[in-house]
């Protein structure tokens, strides 16, 4: 059994190396520090300051590579610089660890929608999926496009582009699926 505590500090300790090779200061937070892993200040230019919240997810195959994204994770952002880095590692300590890099409001929508969708999945009697939002998965094919993003944390949040499967915007505006209460596409959807 993989100890989930040793697999956050490894995912914290893989995306601070990360980002320290593309020119950001990290500042691994204390436990406590809510919706907050990793504090960064970009080391050239403008000196962007932006706050990082760490998933790790270790599997023995890609294909089964998910993160658990509860209440928390769902939450509507608190400002523009609110990001995610998803680690995905294989026990295999060879294969090197993939890093997803998403603002914040993707990663809520993504956990809402694709919790809700299942949750209300046409087909599916009534009673026989009762599992809460706050449990919800996503698994690793979701944030493909994000794969490797790391010029997104440059970028505002309200200014990144939504790079979720596109049946993803279809799902948002279905009353059965929607979004997350208080996320801020509720107002404006983006295009793209």
Same mark, same amino acid.
């Given at each position: ?66 993160? $658990? ?9 608190? &400002? ?16 090197? /660890?993939?890093?997803?890099?998403? /603002? ?17 999945? $046409? ?8 599992? /809460?939002? &706050? ?25 990144? /582009?939504?790079?979720? $499967? ?8 279905? $009353? ?14 983006? &295009?793209?």
């Amino acid at each position: 059994m993989v100890d989930t505590k040793q697999t956050k500090t490894v995912g914290e300790h893989y995306a601070a190396a990360e980002l320290a090779r593309r020119g950001w200061a990290p500042a691994l937070t204390r436990d406590g520090l809510e919706r907050t892993d990793i504090l960064a200040v970009k080391t050239d230019g403008e000196r962007r300051l932006i706050e990082v919240q760490v998933k790790a997810a270790m599997n023995t195959a890609w294909r089964h590579v998910n993160w $658990p994204l509860g209440d928390k994770s769902q939450q509507p952002s608190a &400002s523009e610089h609110e990001y995610f880095v998803m680690v995905g590692a294989l026990t295999e300590t060879t294969v090197p /660890p993939r890093f997803f890099v998403l /603002p914040r409001a993707h990663v809520a929508a993504a956990a809402w929608i694709t919790h809700q969708n299942w949750l209300t999945e $046409p087909g599916i009697p009534i009673g026989k999926r009762n599992v /809460p939002a &706050s449990r919800s998965r996503v698994h690793i094919r979701t944030f493909e496009q994000y794969e490797d993003r790391w010029d997104l944390l440059d970028i505002d949040e309200s200014k990144c /582009p939504v790079l979720l $499967p596109t049946e993803y915007r279809t799902l948002a505006l279905d $009353p059965r699926v929607g979004l997350p209460e208080g996320h801020a596409w509720h107002s404006a959807l983006p &295009s793209c």
